[in-house]
């Protein structure tokens, strides 16, 4: 999942990839009343009786993204999140080989990256373990 206006991606290795995991996962992570904008899948298709507003594309006819309200800007997609499978395909390249029983590892810390917007000083202190009141240039 993605929040389009938080920009905070939250990924999770499961076992399954069903009707039943999917559901769980947009019910722990989204709020009743959440738009989700996901392709044509037939998992997705009971999203509206889980209370989450649904709107899809459809891959098979190449569309790919759709202005539903007219104002210009195409806000029906899922390109964001297709974009962010295609980073963690190439950070889980880099390491030539992943254990199925550490993959939940590497995803966490390409999710980690992914949600860091700025490297702060805080960030930086808190990293390296030092006081609030250390310079980092000592």
Same mark, same amino acid.
Request: hydrophobic residues 30%; neutral net charge; aromatic residues 10%.
């Given at each position: ?68 309200? $007219? ?11 297709? $974009? ?55």
């Amino acid at each position: 999942m993605v929040g389009r206006e938080s920009d905070q991606v939250r990924l999770e290795v499961v076992a399954h990839s069903d009707r039943e995991t999917l559901e769980d996962g947009v019910d722990r992570t989204t709020l009743e009343g959440t738009m989700v904008y996901t392709d044509e899948w037939r998992a997705y298709g009971r999203l509206p009786t889980m209370k989450r507003r649904h709107a899809t594309v459809c891959h098979a006819d190449r569309q790919w993204a759709r202005d539903d309200d $007219g104002d210009g800007i195409r806000e029906v997609h899922d390109n964001t999140l297709e $974009g962010i499978w295609t980073g963690l395909r190439n950070f889980l390249r880099t390491f030539r080989g992943v254990s199925k029983r550490r993959l939940d590892q590497y995803v966490g810390m390409f999710q980690w990256g992914y949600n860091i917007k700025s490297v702060t000083d805080e960030f930086l202190r808190t990293l390296l373990g030092r006081s609030p009141f250390t310079n980092l240039g000592s």
